[in-house]
């Protein structure tokens, strides 16, 4: 891995946006240059801003005091109401909230920064903490070093009531060995996260990764003249121009476009009828269904679909 320099300054273009194409910040502060194995910026987003500065240890101290003073206010307002006449119950009900709203108000309180790039062939993240020229991790990704993507997104639910969206985007080569991985949470379910959110910086890469694999695709074409899409385990799916073949629990079954009565994706379901097509309950004929986390590249299937096939209903 070539030699990365993370205290150099990295000034944007005045074309380049964020991951989610918004302007740029004026203020906005790359204290990472991205390394120019993954090509020219598409796209490039920060969280320090020129005028961010470090809190100082006693302003901080300051801070945790105050909260830990709040802990200790809500656990005597608990002994109170709750009318705890026992002694030794007193220090756990005034400690336990004092000590967790310390501990939260000096993980709050730390100086953390990231900025994040991608590029046409790549992508590449710095984080600095403690102080602005203090980058504590930096990592980048070449998109050539891996020939697989999936992505997954689990909303998380507890009683019905919603409380957030863990997603991963995990890069694999051949083998099935991880290259590279992102992954968060967020808190929007049925809209796009909040400008900033490292999920842009995910969904960038993945733009970007697609727009890789598609310029490389037409060689594949012309010679084999079509492209795999494994869906995990032994099944896949080849795509050519004008039909689609199925491989799944080891029956092969090929459509031509004029066999096709309907493909839609809805839900993270892909599903594809043949005309005659009997669906049910228990069972189904004519009917192909697999989900967008088990497919391999599945922005590419979908962008290739569009191309050789027609359009992808909803």
Not at 22 to 30: G, I, N
Not at 163 to 178: C, E, H, K, N, P
Not at 193 to 217: I, Q, V
């Amino acid at each position: 891995m070539p030699e990365l320099h993370p205290q150099v300054r990295w000034f944007p273009q005045p074309e380049t946006t964020n991951h989610d194409q918004a302007p740029l910040a004026p203020e906005a502060d790359f204290f990472g240059y991205p390394p120019p194995e993954i090509g020219p910026i598409i796209s490039a987003d920060t969280d320090l801003l020129e005028t961010d500065q470090p809190r100082s240890i006693e302003a901080r101290a300051g801070i945790v005091m105050g909260s830990v003073f709040g802990g200790l206010v809500l656990g005597l307002a608990f002994i109170i109401l709750t009318k705890t006449t026992e002694p030794a119950w007193w220090i756990p009900w005034l400690l336990l909230p004092a000590s967790i709203f310390g501990v939260i108000a000096w993980l709050r309180t730390r100086f953390r920064r990231t900025c994040h790039f991608v590029g046409q062939y790549g992508c590449a993240l710095f984080r600095c903490s403690g102080r602005r020229d203090r980058v504590r991790h930096w990592e980048w990704f070449h998109f050539s070093q891996a020939a697989h993507l999936r992505t997954t997104m689990t909303h998380r639910y507890v009683n019905g009531s919603y409380q957030g969206t863990d997603y991963v985007f995990l890069w694999t080569d051949d083998r099935g060995l991880a290259c590279y991985r992102i992954a968060g949470t967020h808190g929007a379910l049925n809209e796009l996260p909040r400008t900033g959110d490292l999920f842009h910086y995910a969904n960038m890469a993945e733009l970007s990764w697609t727009r890789f694999l598609l310029e490389r695709l037409s060689a594949g074409l012309d010679r084999y003249g079509w492209h795999q899409f494994n869906l995990g385990g032994d099944d896949f799916l080849r795509m050519g121009h004008g039909w689609i073949e199925f491989t799944m629990r080891g029956e092969s079954t090929r459509l031509d476009q004029f066999d096709l009565q309907q493909a839609s994706l809805a839900q993270g379901i892909f599903k594809v009828k043949r005309h005659g097509a009997q669906e049910g309950w228990f069972s189904s004929t004519g009917v192909f269904t697999f989900n967008y986390r088990d497919m391999a590249n599945a922005r590419l299937f979908l962008t290739l679909y569009n191309q050789l096939i027609g359009p992808l209903g909803t």
